[in-house]
């Protein structure tokens, strides 16, 4: 596709359900970021990939939060037994390089509420 | 640690006035600075970048920034707005020492005609 898509656009759970939220790069993009932007918040930093390997996870809030990148192209979030304040946007970017220094793309987000 | 101040949560502005949003990091080096643009709906959108040399860039959209070291500042500046340009805006600031990425809380701006 021409940008980052994620799916599902829209995700409503129940508190203590289990959640995943999937992220399709760029074709061909080496760095996957996912963020976390609470309602009025700027994006915070969650994990970073680099093909398959994930090189940092130390934005995670806790170990609920396990994210993946089994083939170094689609990724996933997976949040267990959600909680309310997991409530936000979650949002995937991808650059064609390693690190931060290029541009990131963004995808349009995943809306989580939990109720 | 690295952070980023946004001290406007919001801003008003004439449609032909000009423009600048403040931004101010936290780094002990030279870091990489961005401005990201979101509309509601959209995904975030990038304006511009300053990693180093010139210390004012222009981006799309007729924005452009500038880099004052002295300051920790990287204001964002349009000579005259337009409506479309109604939206989120975020500084953001990366580093050379790791693969973190850290956004301020954003400036919202409102454009009246």
């Known amino acids: 596709g021409a940008g980052v898509s994620q799916s599902p656009r829209y995700k409503v759970a129940k508190r203590g359900q289990d959640v995943a939220l999937r992220c399709d790069p760029i074709s061909g993009h080496v760095s996957l970021f996912w963020y976390q932007q609470a309602l009025g918040q700027g994006p915070e930093f969650l994990t970073y990939?680099?093909?398959?390997?994930?090189?940092?996870k130390s934005g995670l809030p806790s170990d609920r939060f396990f994210a993946e990148r089994p083939e170094g192209s689609v990724s996933t979030l997976k949040i267990q037994r959600t909680q309310q304040e997991d409530s936000a946007v979650y949002l995937c970017?991808?650059?064609?390089?390693?690190?931060?220094?290029?541009?990131?793309?963004f995808g349009p987000g995943t809306r989580l509420t939990v109720t | 640690a690295q952070s980023v101040t946004q001290p406007d949560i919001h801003i008003t502005v004439s449609e032909g006035a000009s423009l600048e949003l403040r931004c101010n990091y936290s780094?002990?080096?030279?870091?990489?600075l961005f401005w990201y643009v979101q509309s509601p709906g959209q995904g975030l959108q990038l304006l511009l970048k300053?990693?180093?040399?010139?210390?004012l860039v222009q981006g799309i959209k007729g924005f452009e920034a500038e880099f004052k070291r002295s300051q920790s500042s990287f204001n964002l500046r349009k000579p005259s707005v337009h409506w479309s340009d109604a939206a989120e805006y975020f500084c953001?600031?990366?580093?050379?020492?790791?693969?973190?990425?850290?956004f301020g809380t954003g400036t919202s701006l409102t454009v009246i005609p």
């Open positions: 990939f680099q093909n398959e390997a994930q090189l940092d």
């Open positions: 970017a991808s650059s064609s390089q390693g690190g931060v220094g290029f541009e990131q793309y």
């Open positions: 300053y990693f180093s040399g010139d210390t």
């Open positions: 953001a600031v990366g580093t050379n020492t790791g693969n973190q990425f850290y």
């Open positions: 780094y002990g080096a030279t870091p990489y």
